[in-house]
């Protein structure tokens, strides 16, 4: 047991994850490349099914590093009436806080037991399309890139949704309402606005921006038949904390899942309306968020109605799929950088070096890509930039 411990800390195992993720996501990516421009034209249909596979090839691999190498696992908290009826077996409009590194990846886990991880989507900026392997996945795989610009936004909202919404297969739509990414500095940017309007001060959210979403709802009717309210903590005394790097290292977080089945047809189709929905749906949020925080139940103080709790069983296919690729990329990578280190030449030899370095400087960025501290700068903490970040508020709210 120590000696396994021991490996789940060694980056020298960390670099063979990063190889394998990295050199997989470029192979994948050829083949979503060549299926887009070869396939696609002629058959969105088969296209979507095939990419339904690459996609989950890709994203399992992470799915595999939380839930088989930290041995991570979910309780969910869901109506097991509802879940028996509806999870995985229609399109979904996903609204989830965004308050921890990993939330998304508790999402992709969650995805992953009800059979629907390679057709999650997310509405993400539009730089993110760029970023090698995962961007590109992304970008293949049919999700909203957003400006920032919204006349821009409104048409891309628009347009893509109603193709997300012709999807053969199950597919869910994550929306970030926040924006970005929880922390005290952003709330307090985003209370002096929420008194200012009058609108629900939250203490464990930032203010929902609402355009996105009342943008969306018109395309998502008859389509999507369903929001699914989502709301994700871990226990704040928990001595490992929820984030990338520790699941690298092997160390076992718990996830508590709570989900609520809404019909579309129950949100507003006023805009104004469909607004002040949301806003009450965030604060509703934040009393389930209070109410953990303090007692570690969703519903002991918050005021909403209890409901079933239970677990999903671990899947194999993302423990497969990872070992297959580890198989097929490692053994010939590790033989050209031994070839390279034993060849006796200095160019050789550095290139060698060169590739390892590379390796760990996507792996360092990829997991800075989740780091709170990385997240915009929404709420920053010169006067210069609240200024800016609550002309930008006001602007998308």
Same mark, same amino acid.
């Given at each position: ?38 396939? @696609? ?41 509802? =879940? ?37 989507? &997310? ?35 628009? @347009? ?52 996105? =979403? ?40 718990? &996830? ?42 969703? =519903? ?58 590379? =390796? ?38």
């Amino acid at each position: 047991m120590e000696y396994l411990d021991l490996l789940k800390k060694s980056s020298v195992v960390h670099l063979m994850f990063a190889i394998t993720f990295f050199m997989s996501g470029v192979a994948i990516n050829s083949l979503q490349g060549i299926l887009y421009l070869g396939l @696609r034209p002629f058959s969105k249909y088969y296209y979507r099914k095939i990419n339904y596979y690459l996609c989950y090839s890709f994203y399992s691999q992470l799915v595999f590093m939380a839930e088989w190498w930290a041995t991570s696992d979910l309780i969910i908290y869901i109506d097991k009436k509802d =879940f028996d009826k509806y999870y995985g077996k229609e399109h979904g409009y996903l609204l989830m806080n965004h308050s921890y590194e990993i939330d998304w990846l508790m999402g992709w886990i969650f995805c992953d037991r009800i059979k629907i991880l390679g057709n999650c989507k &997310a509405y993400a900026k539009k730089s993110i399309q760029y970023v090698p392997t995962l961007g590109w996945a992304w970008k293949f795989a049919e999700s909203v890139f957003l400006e920032r610009s919204w006349e821009k936004d409104k048409q891309m909202i628009g @347009r893509q949704i109603s193709e997300l919404g012709d999807y053969p297969d199950p597919m869910w739509l994550l929306l970030y309402a926040e924006g970005t990414r929880f922390t005290p500095q952003k709330q307090e940017a985003c209370q002096k606005f929420a008194k200012s309007k009058g609108l629900p001060l939250l203490k464990h959210h930032l203010t929902p921006r609402t355009k996105g =979403f009342t943008a969306s709802i018109p395309h998502l009717r008859g389509k999507v038949d369903a929001i699914y309210d989502i709301q994700l903590a871990f226990n704040p005394k928990a001595t490992v904390k929820p984030t990338m790097t520790n699941l690298l290292r092997g160390e076992k977080v718990e &996830a508590h899942l709570y989900i609520k089945r809404i019909p579309i047809s129950e949100i507003p189709e006023d805009a104004e309306a469909a607004s002040t929905w949301l806003h009450q749906k965030y604060h509703e949020k934040d009393q389930l968020a209070e109410s953990f925080m303090e007692t570690g139940d969703f =519903f002991a103080t918050s005021g909403v109605p209890r409901t079933d709790v239970f677990k999903l069983e671990r899947r194999n296919y993302s423990l497969i799929n990872t070992l297959c690729w580890a198989v097929v990329v490692l053994v010939p990578m590790l033989h050209y950088l031994i070839t390279l280190f034993i060849s006796g030449s200095t160019i050789a030899f550095s290139l060698g070096v060169g590739i390892i370095v590379l =390796f760990y400087i996507l792996m360092k960025k990829t997991i800075g890509m989740s780091e709170i501290s990385r997240g915009s700068s929404y709420g920053a903490a010169t006067s210069t930039e609240k200024v800016q970040e609550s002309n930008e508020i006001k602007k998308e709210i």
